[in-house]
């Protein structure tokens, strides 16, 4: 064998090893933007023996009807109906908005918010349709919180769950960038700034999922 053959495969062993020694965990969506949060937020927690894999690995897979009437209900169906499935230790969350002046509303129904305006799981649609609802509502009455229910699940339904919670209010135009999903109507007043405004880093740090996922960080820490 050439010497700069077996140089080559000298330098691949480790990184193969490594590999191995990696524990994998699936995070039950098919969402990138989310993925890749969570993976931000992981890696900030020090978990990178952990490798996070999403639903994109199992294409053929029919996700559960998400019927909970609460987010934590909801992360539960989801992460056990995939753990099952794919035989592996499973993150699931689910995520949304409740304004107080809307009673609580998108709640569970936000990525659908606007499916009665025939636009189903479209950010852009949901964000106007928020905006839509609010149009006659003072901005002292515009509170408003991000919720983020996760879970972890066994292949043998042994199941735990955390929520995370940010403050904030809707405000009447968009800002920012960055982010996906509401983040550019909502407003952290401590900030100054939406949301879609924020560094990734302080994102992840602050908002209702970068709670959720260190909770979760620290129960696999604790496993």
Not at 16 to 21: A, D, L, S, T, V
Not at 61 to 87: D, H, Q
Not at 171 to 181: K, L, N
């Amino acid at each position: 064998m050439p010497a700069a053959q077996t140089q080559a495969l000298s330098q691949d062993k480790p990184l193969r090893q490594e590999k191995q020694r990696q524990k994998k965990l699936l995070v039950a969506t098919a969402n990138a933007h989310k993925l890749q949060e969570i993976r931000d937020i992981f890696a900030t927690c020090g978990m990178n023996h952990w490798l996070l894999i999403g639903l994109d690995h199992y294409p053929h897979y029919v996700p559960p009807l998400e019927n909970g009437a609460t987010f934590a209900e909801n992360a539960l169906i989801k992460a056990t109906a995939a753990a099952r499935m794919s035989g592996l230790l499973t993150l699931a969350d689910d995520s949304g908005l409740m304004v107080d002046a809307l009673a609580g509303a998108p709640g569970v129904h936000s990525a659908r918010y606007a499916a009665d305006w025939g636009a189903d799981h479209d950010d852009a649609a949901n964000r106007k349709k928020l905006l839509a609802a609010l149009a006659q509502t003072a901005d002292e009455q515009r509170g408003a919180a991000f919720i983020c229910a996760a879970a972890l699940a066994t292949p043998a339904a042994e199941t735990a769950s955390v929520e995370g919670r940010c403050e904030g209010r809707i405000i009447r135009e968009e800002r920012g960038e960055g982010g996906f999903g509401y983040d550019s109507l909502f407003f952290l007043p401590g900030l100054g700034q939406t949301m879609a405004e924020l560094s990734a880093a302080v994102k992840n740090e602050l908002s209702h999922r970068g709670q959720a996922m260190r909770q979760i960080a620290a129960l696999l820490t604790r496993a």
